[in-house]
Structures are given as C-alpha cells and as structure tokens.
C-alpha cells in the first residue's frame, strides 16, 4: 500500500544545531507539503512543492529550507534550530486534481533545547 | 488576513446527543476541507466539499458547504466515544493546494 513516511518520529536537539527532517512518499503525487502544529494555532504552512525542483515559501518559512530532487522526498531543514521551533511536524502530500485532499505523514517531534 | 474559524473549540456531549461544528471562513474558497485528529496521531481527511450546497455523510458524520455565507457544518448523529478526536476544517481561497487551517474543535463524548 502507498503511504507517507517521515523520520525520526522524535527528535532533540540543541539550539543553533541544523536539522534535517525526511519525509517520503510512496503515492508518486506531484505535491508535497510541510506543516508544523503548535497547540491554538491549528496547521501553519511552512514550505511546499508542486514537482521535482520546485519549492515555495509558506506562511511561516523563515528559518527553513526544502529541497525537491525526486518525486518521494520533500527534507526539511532547520538551518539554526531554535527554542520556537520546537513543534510537531506534518509532512503531506497530494495528487494535482482540484479534489484532491491531502494525505499525511505520522509526525516528527521536535525539541529545541 | 484570511481567517478560518471554528466553534466551539471544545466540546464535551454525551453519548447519543447529536451536535454541530461549525466553520467560518473569511474569503471565497471553492474547496472545503474537513480532518479528524486522534491524540498523538496523524490527520485523516473526512470529507471534501467542492460545491455551494455539498453534502457528504459517513456514517455518523455529515458535512456541508454553504459557500455564500462561507460556512460549513460538521454534525454529529447519536453521538458515540469513538468519535472523540479533535476535527480541523481546511479551506483552499486561491486554488492552489495552500490550505488555511482552522484552530481544530476537541470533541469528547462520554459514555
């Protein structure tokens, strides 16, 4: 069966440390969609990716990166980690039909010390 | 500012009442999304609604879509624990697959 897969499922680290978040997809959709969850706030979009090579800034993309080089993998990278990026983090994907809903991954937890 | 918003928040019903949570948003969207959330868990797409007048239901559970007043209902019939869990309405305004969360309702059912 198609699944979403992101790892590690938790994670600590140390403030001004990079990480790097995997996130794979088997479906072989076009779209792929990182989000993070903070309590109150619902899903904030952080990054997002319409194809191979393509990526685009969210709502709250400052202090991540995405790289897209093939169609299952959608990496997150926290550049410096800091304390207000501690959150669970929801990677997604979608097919391109206009209904498409989006499918997502389990989670990754984050602590930023 | 786009804004989606639910009510209520929180709600703790008894088994076998119904009840309704709603979904306000802000701007037109032609897509509505709704998601249930198990604690600690992922999310799970309940229902698209892609029409002004969409109905869907899924056993206890029936969403609609009134897109003049941007506003979608998710109600509850004879309500049953299992269906404790937090649900998230989504909207797309423009089209892109960006969605607009909003801040989810935690539904508890006691027995």
């Known amino acids: 069966d198609a699944e979403i897969t992101q790892s590690p499922r938790h994670k600590i680290t140390e403030t001004g440390r990079q990480v790097t978040l995997a996130c794979h997809q088997t479906w072989n959709h076009n779209n792929m969609f990182w989000y993070r969850q903070d309590l109150g706030h619902g899903l904030r979009l952080i990054h997002y990716s319409y194809g191979v090579q393509d990526t685009n800034k969210g709502e709250v993309s400052d202090g991540y990166s995405v790289s897209r080089s093939n169609t299952e993998d959608l990496p997150l990278t926290l550049e410096s980690a800091a304390s207000s990026q501690t959150s669970v983090y929801f990677c997604?994907?979608?097919?391109?039909?206009?209904?498409?809903?989006?499918?997502f991954g389990p989670g990754t937890r984050l602590t930023v010390l | 500012e786009l804004k989606v918003e639910q009510n209520p928040l929180f709600l703790s019903m008894q088994e076998g009442k119904n009840y309704t949570i709603y979904c306000n948003y802000s701007t037109t969207s032609d897509r509505l999304y709704w998601y249930r959330q198990d604690p600690g868990k992922s999310l799970e797409s309940l229902f698209v609604l892609l029409s002004n007048g969409a109905v869907k239901q899924e056993g206890r559970l029936m969403a609609s879509l009134d897109t003049k007043a941007r506003l979608s209902t998710l109600h509850i019939t004879a309500a049953v624990h299992d269906l404790s869990a937090t649900y998230f309405c989504?909207?797309?305004?423009?089209?892109?697959?960006?969605?607009?969360w909003g801040a989810g309702t935690k539904l508890i059912i006691k027995p």
């Open positions: 989504a909207v797309d305004p423009n089209s892109n697959y960006q969605l607009i």
């Open positions: 997604a994907s979608s097919d391109s039909f206009f209904w498409d809903e989006q499918f």
